[in-house]
């Protein structure tokens, strides 16, 4: 089942739950892939670009929740983490930090890396790999946890 039809379902369950944070957040997640789907004339959204929305949508409410906290705005804070929290749920399972490290050292080994002058090679392949199985920052941050 695709997840515009999921997004749907849920902003259903949403509605009679009478529950507005989740409502937002799914409202936010159909609105994009519409988009996307208008963008590409009618062409069908791939798995890939699905989570590559999700991946995005959540950084853009992380972001807001870290200079939402700055600026001692918790009540806006709060709104975006929670809708953060609903959109995680439909991306795939997080790898955790010792699965991620296992795949990055695994992703070294097939480039060939052996210093921090190859992140690029590694980022690239990581990228592809592991995605939505894990955010950018993490991948990148490990890479050069282990490059270095």
């Known amino acids: 089942m695709s997840l515009e039809i999921i997004i749907s379902d849920a902003i ?3 509605m009679r739950a009478k ?3 989740a409502l937002d957040a799914l409202r936010a997640v159909k ?3 519409l988009l996307l789907k208008t963008e590409a004339v009618g062409a069908e959204v791939s798995a890939e670009q ?3 929305i999700l991946q995005r949508m959540i950084k853009q409410r992380k972001d807001s929740y870290d200079q939402f906290t700055a600026q001692n705005r918790s009540d806006l804070a709060e709104v975006e983490e929670a809708q953060s929290k609903v959109i995680e749920k439909y991306l795939p399972q997080q790898l955790s930090a010792e699965e991620l490290e296992t795949e990055m050292k695994a992703i070294i080994a097939q480039t060939g890396a ?3 002058k190859d992140i690029g090679k590694v980022m690239g392949m990581a990228s592809k790999n592991l995605a939505g199985k894990s955010d950018g920052k993490s991948i990148s941050d490990m890479a050069k ?3 270095s």
Do not use: G, M, P, W
Request: proline share 0%.
């Open 12 to 14: 259903k369950d949403a």
């Open 19 to 21: 529950d507005k944070v």
């Open 31 to 33: 609105s994009q892939i």
């Open 50 to 52: 699905e989570i590559a």
């Open 114 to 116: 052996e210093s921090a």
């Open 145 to 147: 946890k282990l490059l």
